[in-house]
């Protein structure tokens, strides 16, 4: 899926939120990485498998991104 040089963390990574977004959905509070993994501005995730990562720490990175 990525076509990044060098590659981001695939979504199965322990750091895969370092993965590029490709798309932001702010209004909505959620951004899609290029890894297939969606990020919510808690710091949950829904990954491309359907599971899901409960909100763990503070303000995530994409939510702080210009």
């Not at 322990?14 to 297939?36: I, M, T």
């Amino acid at each position: 899926m990525c076509q990044h040089e060098p590659t981001c963390p695939p979504a199965e990574a322990p750091d895969r939120e370092a993965a590029r977004v490709v798309a932001s959905f702010r209004e909505q509070g959620w951004s899609l990485l290029c890894n297939g993994v969606i990020v919510f501005d808690d710091t949950g995730e829904l990954l491309p498998d359907g599971s899901t990562i409960a909100p763990h720490r503070g303000p995530a990175r994409h939510a702080l991104v210009g």
